[in-house]
Nanobody, 121 residues
Framework: QVQLVESGGGLVQAVGFLRLACAAS????????IGWYRQAPGKQRELVAT???????NYADSVKGRFTISRDYAKNTVYLQMSTLKPEDTAVFYC???????????????WGQGTQVTVSS
């Protein structure tokens, strides 16, 4: 199996910063895309930022210039540095990864349990 464990969420004041981390573990052969989604109360889950195995990054328009995604390939860990946070960034942030497991030829998507980020005004 594959486990994704997020850390770093919490309560922060507006214009503050937080750093999220997500560590993938288990019978991992390779990870293709890995990144973050978020879901605010009453809203659908939305993409925040992703990074591919080749290092290409994609950001939601709402976070460009404020959030930075990075990846430690050796540790199977992805980070999300969030700055200039706004109250509208308040959400549960979920890590996801597209993983090829040992003994399998195809990739599957996995999700973490989520970490709450609350930005107060």
């Amino acid at each position: 199996q594959v486990q994704l464990v997020e850390s770093g969420g919490g309560l922060v004041q507006a214009v503050g910063f937080l750093r999220l981390a997500c560590a993938a573990s288990g019978s991992i052969v390779s990870i293709n895309g890995i990144g973050w989604y978020r879901q605010a109360p009453g809203k659908q889950r939305e993409l925040v930022a992703t990074i591919t195995s080749g290092g290409s990054k994609n950001y939601a328009d709402s976070v460009k210039g404020r959030f930075t995604i990075s990846r430690d390939y050796a540790k199977n860990t992805v980070y999300l540095q969030m700055s200039t946070l706004k109250p509208e960034d308040t959400a549960v942030f979920y890590c996801y990864a597209t993983v090829r497991r040992g003994g399998f030829s195809s990739y599957s998507n996995y999700w973490g349990q989520g970490t709450q980020v609350t930005v107060s005004s």
